[in-house]
Nanobody, 122 residues
Framework: QVQLVESGGGSVQAGGSLRLSCAAS??????MGWFRQAPGKEREGVAS????????SYADSVKGRFTISQDNAKNTVYLQMTSLKPEDSGMYYC?????????????????WGQGTQVTVSS
C-alpha cells in the first residue's frame, strides 16, 4: 500500500553532515520514522514525526544533532544529520505507520523502505 525509497546515504568523516530522504507513495496521516541498524546491534529508533504533533521524537543518542522533517506536498520525509560520529554508522531505514505511544518502536511500523547505508569514519 505504501512504498518507501530512501536516498542520501554515503561515507563521511566524523563531524560531517548528511541529509537522508525518504520518498513515499503516500504519507497521508501516517507517522513517519527513521531507524538504523549496525552490525551486531538491534534496530534502533532514531527519529519520528507526525504532522499533528507539536514536536518530533528523537533517540537520546542523536538529540541535538539530527532533525527530522516532512514535506507533505512532496510526500517526502528527511533526516538532517550533523556532527556525525562513527557510532552513527549503519543501515538507515525509513518507515511509516507507527503509534504516538511508542514513536520510536519499530514493531509498530507497518511499511519499510529498503535502507540506505551511512558510514562515518574517524
Amino acid at each position: 500500500q505504501v512504498q518507501l525509497v530512501e536516498s542520501g546515504g554515503g561515507s563521511v568523516q566524523a563531524g560531517g553532515s548528511l541529509r537522508l530522504s525518504c520518498a513515499a507513495s503516500d504519507i497521508g496521516n501516517r507517522r513517519m520514522g527513521w531507524f538504523r541498524q549496525a552490525p551486531g546491534k538491534e534496530r534502533e529508533g532514531v527519529a519520528s514525526i507526525y504532522a499533528g504533533d507539536t514536536s518530533a521524537s528523537y533517540a537520546d543518542s542523536v538529540k541535538g544533532r539530527f532533525t527530522i522533517s516532512q514535506d507533505n506536498a512532496k510526500n517526502t520525509v528527511y533526516l538532517q544529520m550533523t556532527s556525525l560520529k562513527p557510532e552513527d554508522s549503519g543501515m538507515y531505514y525509513c518507515a511509516a505507520g507507527g503509534t504516538w505511544q511508542f514513536p520510536l518502536a519499530a514493531s509498530y511500523y507497518g511499511y519499510w523502505g529498503q535502507g540506505t547505508q551511512v558510514t562515518v569514519s574517524s
